[in-house]
Antibody
Framework: QVQLVQSGGGVVQPGTSLRLSCAAS????????MHWVRQAPGKGLEWVAV????????SYVDSVKGRFTISRDRYQLTVFLEMNRLTAADTAMYYC????????????WGQGTLVSVSS | SYVLAQPPSVSVAPGQTARITCGGN??????VHWYQQKPGQAPVLVVY???DRPSGIPERFSGSHSGNTATLIISRVDAGDEADYYC????????????FGGGTKLSVL
């Protein structure tokens, strides 16, 4: 069964850090680029970050550059999002999703994990 | 950065056909994908590459693409189709290449 299972997240104070995980199963993890997409409360979807299938290429939305780091572990079949210097604007549901080529659809999504940044 | 424009809401009576549009500059040369998101759930892909359906998605869901507009078409709408729908594409010339439309709330009257 193809699935992405997310963990991490929670309520944190501004300026702190958090790491999200997304564990893959049921497919050849190394063949897919992995993305993080977020959704602020009551808002639409926003692409956040991508890591290439071999981990060599990474890209971020401007608002998280220098604060967030995406990585992947080919043995644990997991993609991570390390989030530093969190602000209230980062409060959102975070989803991981897979994609083979850049112009493909996100055909499988994780269940989502909530990040709430509040003092 | 590239912008995809969707109407905030569309309403349709049960059994009728819903059309949700997604407009963007030079969208005709790009593959457009559509997602359905119900409250409290992750998005689900319902149409990819303009008009193809993933396995398990009913034939009632289809897509079209003309000029600067892509359209998600849901025929014989029922209450279970009430959800938010997002279009998405990849714009290779953009700093933020993976772009989503703002979403459309489909209400079944």
């Amino acid at each position: 069964q193809v699935q992405l299972v997310q963990s991490g997240g929670g309520v944190v104070q501004p300026g702190t850090s958090l790491r999200l995980s997304c564990a893959a199963s049921g497919f050849t993890f190394g063949s897919y680029a992995m993305h993080w997409v977020r959704q602020a409360p009551g808002k639409g979807l926003e692409w956040v970050a991508v890591i290439g299938s071999d981990g060599s290429e990474k890209s971020y939305v401007d608002s998280v550059k220098g604060r967030f780091t995406i990585s992947r572990d080919r043995y644990q079949l997991t993609v991570f999002l390390e989030m530093n210097r969190l602000t209230a604007a980062d409060t959102a549901m975070y989803y991981c999703a897979r994609m083979i080529t850049p112009y493909d659809a996100f055909d499988v999504w994780g269940q989502g994990t909530l990040v709430s940044v509040s003092s | 950065s590239y912008v995809l424009a969707q109407p905030p809401s569309v309403s349709v009576a049960p059994g009728q056909t819903a059309r949700i549009t997604c407009g963007g500059n030079r969208i005709g040369g790009k593959s457009v994908h559509w997602y359905q998101q119900k409250p409290g759930q992750a998005p689900v892909l319902v149409v990819y590459d303009d008009s193809d359906r993933p396995s398990g998605i009913p034939e009632r869901f289809s897509g079209s693409h003309s000029g600067n507009t892509a359209t998600l078409i849901i025929s014989r709408v029922d209450a279970g189709d009430e959800a938010d729908y997002y279009c998405h594409l990849w714009d290779s010339g953009s700093d933020h290449p993976w772009v989503f439309g703002g979403g459309t709330k489909l209400s079944v009257l």
